[in-house]
């Protein structure tokens, strides 16, 4: 009994002391976007090598400078999708935005309070969406639909069917924001880099962000912790509202005007470019970057269609054919995480 209890006594060796203050090696792990952003730019690199004409700095900037409007609304999409939501009528929200925008420019408002004017409208309708999933207690995808005819409609009945063209194009909202510093980086260009990076920080760094990727990977546990889900949902939508908002305001500045159907056929793209670029659709997380990337590949693939020559029809095909290997490639991806998972549990 005496040599046991020595034995249990005994003083650690010097190796038992190391291996205890030893502390696990961290393991180095490539970003989430990794992946898209070597495809972008294999893509890329392939294009110029056929086409080096399509490497040019200008052709290249104004690639940027289109992915924006639609990019933007690509990085509000992620927080839906990282819910487990949709909105469909991102699109008309878009339009009817930049309609109030450029209309309240023709009734004589100044410009800059014009655009601030549709962000808060795209906001507003936005919280219309939000309370309609709420109070009905459907999925986001259902009402959506709804209102996507609902704001196509008002918007049409609001512009009468016809562009709006703001006076006086040469103020300082409309110079600016089509502005292009050093004759080759659009304005906006640098607008939708600097949103990307500030809702990249909201979603990774904030408590919204915590409660949206929460609320999206079980929403019974988050609502356990406190976390009021609805209340979630409904500031995402205010949310992709207002960068609708943004965007169309901006738009506006940017072409000087807003034809009526602009925007009618952004929802598809805003989606697949955050899915290409690796936010999934089961919920729970994100990529704000990946998103970005994702528009870009959308463009570089339209933009290389033409410079091969090829029909600007076949963009659509090429597109929903990346989408699919995107999705395979993200379910590929999740059965090896689950099987590794099973693995170590084991063990």
């Known amino acids: 009994m005496t040599n046991l209890n020595q034995a249990r006594e005994a003083p650690p060796t010097a190796e038992t002391v190391a291996a205890r203050q030893r502390k696990p090696a961290r393991r180095f792990r490539l970003p989430e976007e990794t992946g898209v952003v ?29 992915t924006t409007f639609q990019g933007m609304l690509s990085l ?54 939000g309370i309609l999933v709420i109070t009905l207690r459907l999925p986001s995808i259902i009402i959506t ?76 546990a988050a609502l356990l912790a406190g976390i009021p889900n609805a209340l979630v949902r409904l500031e995402t939508l205010v949310l992709m509202g207002a960068i609708a908002g943004l965007s169309g305001s901006m738009y506006v500045g940017f072409r000087g005007a807003i034809d009526p159907q602009e925007g009618s056929d952004f929802v598809l793209t805003v989606i697949a470019a955050v899915i290409i670029g690796g936010t999934p659709l089961s919920g729970g997380s994100g990529t704000v970057f990946g998103a970005m ?4 590949i959308i463009q570089v693939i339209a933009s290389g269609i033409i410079f091969f020559g090829i029909e600007a029809t076949w963009s659509t095909f090429v597109t929903g054919a990346v989408i699919i290997v995107a999705v395979v490639l993200d379910q590929t991806v999740k059965h090896q995480r689950m099987l590794s998972a099973a693995r170590r549990g084991e063990r």
């Open 293 to 296: 990337v994702g528009m870009l």
């Open 38 to 66: 070597v495809a972008l730019i294999v893509m890329m690199a392939v294009i110029g090598f056929a086409k080096p004409r399509f490497l040019n700095p200008i052709n290249l900037f104004t690639i940027l400078g289109n």
């Open 76 to 129: 509000g999409m992620v927080f839906l999708l990282a819910i487990r939501e949709i909105d469909l009528s991102v699109g008309w929200i878009f339009n009817f935005s930049a309609v109030v925008a450029a209309l309240l420019m023709v009734a004589g408002l100044n410009p800059w309070l014009a655009m601030f004017a549709g962000i808060g409208f795209g906001a507003l309708l936005g919280l219309v969406n």
């Open 145 to 220: 639909l709804g209102t996507f005819s609902m704001f196509e409609g008002l918007s049409l009945v609001s512009n009468s069917g016809r562009a709006i063209n703001p006076p006086n194009p040469t103020t300082s909202f409309f110079t600016l924001i089509s502005a292009k510093i050093l004759g080759v980086v659009p304005v906006v260009a640098l607008v939708f880099v600097a949103l990307t990076v500030a809702l990249h920080f909201v979603l990774h760094r904030t408590r919204f962000g915590y409660r949206v990727q929460a609320v999206g990977s079980n929403p019974d």
